[in-house]
Nanobody
Framework: QVQLVESGGGLVQAGGSLRLSCTASGLPFSSYAMGWFRQPPGKESEFVGYINFSGGTTYYSDSAKGRFTISRDNAVNTVYLLMNSLKPEDTAVYYC?????????????????WGQGTQVTVSS
């Protein structure tokens, strides 16, 4: 079965950096677009960023643009989210998601498979 497993979350001070990883199994990873979403405490899930199947196209939310970078390594079935200049408002559970699509996707309903999430906490 398809599994997406996130890792790399933790506690970081404001201004710091974290790199999240999401490793996939059970699907042809190099054919799947990947997305990152997050759910802050007490709030709804929100889009963070997208990367297409080859890694040639990325798209970010306004809050992520300029601070976060999505990349992927299809050789090891992994997508990354590098987060710099972290702010307390970035505190959330971060999820990766996968879908077999060829267009930019920023809605959670666009994605078929989801990971279990990893907690990121940014202290002030």
């Amino acid at each position: 079965q398809v599994q997406l497993v996130e890792s790399g979350g933790g506690l970081v001070q404001a201004g710091g950096s974290l790199r999240l990883s999401c490793t996939a199994s059970g699907l042809p990873f190099s054919s799947y677009a990947m997305g990152w979403f997050r759910q802050p405490p007490g709030k709804e899930s929100e889009f963070v960023g997208y990367i297409n199947f080859s890694g040639g196209t990325t798209y970010y939310s306004d809050s992520a643009k300029g601070r976060f970078t999505i990349s992927r390594d299809n050789a090891v079935n992994t997508v990354y989210l590098l987060m710099n200049s972290l702010k307390p408002e970035d505190t959330a559970v971060y999820y990766c998601a996968a879908d077999y699509r060829r267009t930019v996707a920023s809605r959670s309903s666009d994605y078929t498979y989801w990971g279990q999430g990893t907690q990121v906490t940014v202290s002030s």
